[in-house]
């Protein structure tokens, strides 16, 4: 079944503590992007990838880091998480190859509380 | 990208047609609208494109009026399990590295 995965689905930490939530899709697609979600604010990309070793920043990635050394991930790393981070998190997946390169796949979301 | 502009929700009842307005005044010749939807916290499902021409799927039904100034998503019969935030977004085909910016939506609400 093609499908993005996150991990994990719900994440409670404390300011400061270093981590990672990883995205994985089975698609084989080039095209990779973190999203936040907030009440009133909407979907806001984070960063998003072309390809492996290529990434870029999107609307809001200030305290967030990316990196794609494989195609099929793409984890989203928060160094020194602030309780400003505290959001719903997507991933999404799309390619430009397929004939529906319009469509974007999204995972389930990770749920995200920093203390 | 241009800007869309919806209303921020809507009520339907049950079994009757869904029509969802999306204002996209500045839309360039080359951008498409799209139209994706969000139930409950869950990922954004890709719901129907179009350019200027009508588009139907079995999903949806997407007008887009003749100078591309604003369009309609149609839910022919809106059941329960459509009650969801739609989002219209304007933009061209992937190709570009940016991908799908996202507004504030419809809350679209279903009701029995």
């Known amino acids: 079944e093609a499908q993005v995965t996150q991990n994990p689905r719900y994440l409670i930490t404390v300011t400061g503590k270093k981590l990672t939530v990883t995205c994985s899709q089975n698609m084989n697609h080039e095209y990779m992007s973190w999203y936040r979600q907030d009440p009133g604010l909407g979907l806001r990309q984070i960063y998003y990838?072309?390809?492996?070793?290529?990434?870029d920043k999107g609307d809001v990635p200030e305290g967030y880091k990316v990196s794609r050394k494989e195609k099929r991930n793409f984890p989203l790393i928060l160094e020194s998480p602030s309780p400003n981070q505290t959001s719903l998190y997507f991933c999404a997946s799309s390619s430009p190859r397929e004939r529906k390169s319009y469509e974007q796949y999204f995972g389930p979301g990770t749920r995200l509380t920093v203390t | 990208d241009a800007k869309t502009t919806q209303p921020p929700s809507m009520d339907c009842a049950e079994g009757r047609a869904a029509n969802l307005p999306c204002n996209h005044s500045?839309?360039?010749?080359?951008?498409?609208v799209y139209w994706y939807r969000q139930i409950h916290s869950q990922g954004p499902q890709y719901i129907i494109h179009?350019?200027?021409n009508n588009e139907t799927n079995e999903m949806a039904s997407l007008i887009i009026t003749e100078d591309r100034k604003s369009s309609t998503l149609i839910l022919p019969h809106a059941t329960l399990r459509d009650t969801a935030v739609y989002y219209c977004?304007?933009?061209?085909?992937?190709?570009?590295?940016?991908?799908?910016?996202f507004g504030s939506g419809t809350q679209l609400t279903v009701l029995p």
């Open positions: 990838s072309m390809n492996v070793e290529v990434t």
């Open positions: 977004i304007v933009r061209v085909l992937p190709g570009s590295a940016r991908q799908l910016t």
């Open positions: 500045t839309i360039s010749g080359n951008e498409y």
């Open positions: 179009g350019l200027k």
